[in-house]
């Protein structure tokens, strides 16, 4: 039997028990424990991925909660923490004469043994070991070969921004020049893209496509996730998954409409506003300080790529605001919805217009109703600042 499940992939560890940095841009409180409270209590979500597994500070304390009995590990993968599953992954970073790069990737093991196994090997090709997201100093293929031959999953991540990503630079137009297609299990698209947009790039429309909320603190959880079909929140399965074996597939993607995200706008710093580009230069004061916005980077990719087409049904993708960005939803309004309801999930996808305004206002339940059927206006975000909403 195959059910349901909420998963999320990309979260940071943001300091070890012992209070060191682990994801140095990611907030202190971006601990293990709590990242794992705030996923199944807070948020509701079945799998997570958290993506500093390498880290031995970490790995010490992942097998501490094994010893003391607050988790376990499955036998198809990953580890189980109450109701929720979470997978060893880890960020690299890689940038080789081939790549050029920076690009990131994610890394996914099945278990604590390989991920420790990586940690040893990939030790030797970057300098601290320590970190998250650091440089691999080897070539992409290379990295590819050493997860796929340990049973592990390769997932480029957020391929489209501006920066640290496949597509972002402009460097590369093809993902063959890079990597092994062999290799890659999964693509993530990242907070300024969504489904429709990825499709225009012909060479990604065998891969499947994961969204993910890439979260820097805990808040940032699950703003965006998937809905998964599998037998159960485990790695194998997950794999099936990412692979359309026997019925296990994604059912739905929630995210930010890509105009929210960050990066959608061609934005220059120099005039501080969003602007078009001519020869690499801001047609407004012809300076170089540009970030090119995700929709003008696939529109050049789009004009690159052959006009196959696509042959694979995707899953629907759900535009959604996360709750804390609601417009008069506060702290303490917001704390009143998990009393009444348990989860954000519950909030997001299943109380009723009457449920929600028996604990809040018309006006907020109003919020929250819209913006679960996608009613909202929104100004478009770029060069680094998030778009806003409104309803």
């Not at 300091?15 to 202190?28: C, E, F, L, M, Q």
């Not at 020869?279 to 540009?290: A, F, G, L, Q, T």
């Not at 529109?299 to 790529?305: F, G, K, V, Y």
Request: glycine letters at 6%; aromatic letters at 10%; one cysteine or more.
């Amino acid at each position: 039997m195959l059910n349901q499940y909420y998963a999320d992939l990309h979260i940071h560890i943001g300091s070890d028990r012992n209070g060191k940095p682990v994801k140095i841009s990611a907030s202190r409180a971006l601990t293990l424990e709590n990242i794992l409270v705030e996923a199944t209590e807070r948020k509701g979500l079945d799998l997570i991925g958290i993506v500093d597994c390498h880290v031995p500070a970490v790995q010490e304390e992942i097998e501490r909660m094994i010893h003391d009995g607050l988790a376990f590990e499955h036998l198809d993968g990953g580890i189980q923490y109450k109701g929720l599953t979470f997978l060893l992954g880890s960020e690299i970073e890689i940038y080789d004469e081939t790549c050029h790069g920076p690009i990131h990737v994610l890394c996914f093991f099945p278990t604590l043994k390989r991920m420790k196994h990586f940690t040893e090997w990939i030790s030797h090709h970057m300098k601290n070991i320590h970190l998250s997201s650091q440089r691999f100093h080897g070539s992409a293929t290379e990295l590819q070969t050493f997860v796929h031959e340990h049973a592990g999953l390769f997932i480029p991540a957020h391929v489209f921004t501006p920066f640290k990503s496949l597509y972002g630079k402009g460097v590369k137009q093809s993902l063959s020049e890079v990597f092994n297609p062999e290799y890659i299990d999964a693509i993530e698209l990242g907070l300024s893209a969504d489904i429709a947009m990825a499709d225009r790039v012909t060479e990604l429309h065998s891969f499947s496509y994961v969204a993910n909320s890439d979260a820097h603190s805990l808040q940032k959880i699950a703003r965006e996730y998937q809905l998964i079909q599998m037998k159960e929140p485990t790695f194998l399965e997950l794999k099936r998954v990412l692979h359309e074996d026997d019925g296990r597939k994604v059912l739905n993607y929630f995210g930010f409409h890509p105009a929210l995200g960050k990066y959608s706008a061609t934005y220059c710093r120099a005039c501080e506003q969003y602007v078009a580009i001519k020869d690499s230069r801001c047609e407004n004061c012809e300076s170089r300080r540009v970030v090119k916005g995700v929709n003008e980077r696939i529109d050049e990719l789009a004009r690159a790529s052959a006009k196959n087409q696509l042959t694979r049904r995707r899953a629907p993708y759900t535009y959604q605001v996360p709750l804390e960005s609601l417009p008069t939803l506060g702290k303490k309004t917001y704390e009143k919805l998990l009393d009444a309801f348990g989860t954000e999930m519950k909030v997001v996808h299943q109380a009723s217009f009457e449920q929600l305004q028996s604990v809040t206002n018309e006006k907020i339940a109003r919020f929250i109703i819209n913006m679960r059927k996608g009613h909202f206006t929104l100004q478009s975000g770029g060069g680094g600042m998030y778009g806003k909403v409104s309803f």
